[in-house]
């Protein structure tokens, strides 16, 4: 990492975890190229199925990130919007597999968040 970088800020929380794996909800503050990806394995916990940052292929062949639910202000209309994306279904395999199980209502604020990590 250089220190004299541009700042990024990652927001997360656990939403289960069995001993293997865990699941995280991610909040961005900033979004720069490979954010969650870098910030993780900088923290020594690379995601599943990233093997350019130190990840696990194993069960996965491919980064486990899946966007469930993005919300922001169209640019045209001023109206609030938001997209939610069912769970791939590799997702959901790697899920099982690593006896987790993905919460049915992701209740509380995308806001609320166990910790932060900045750059």
Known sequence: MCRDGIRAVTHWRTLCHSQSHTLLAFRLETGRTHQIRVHMAHRGNPLAGDDLYGGSRIYI?????HCVQASFRHPVTGKDRC??????????????????QFPQ?????AREVDR????
Do not use: V
């Open 61 to 65: 062949d491919r980064q486990a990130l």
């Open 83 to 100: 997209i939610i994306a069912p769970l791939p279904r590799d997702f959901c395999t790697l899920l099982e597999i690593c006896g987790l």
């Open 105 to 109: 209502n992701l209740s509380g604020d």
């Open 116 to 119: 932060f990590y900045e750059f």
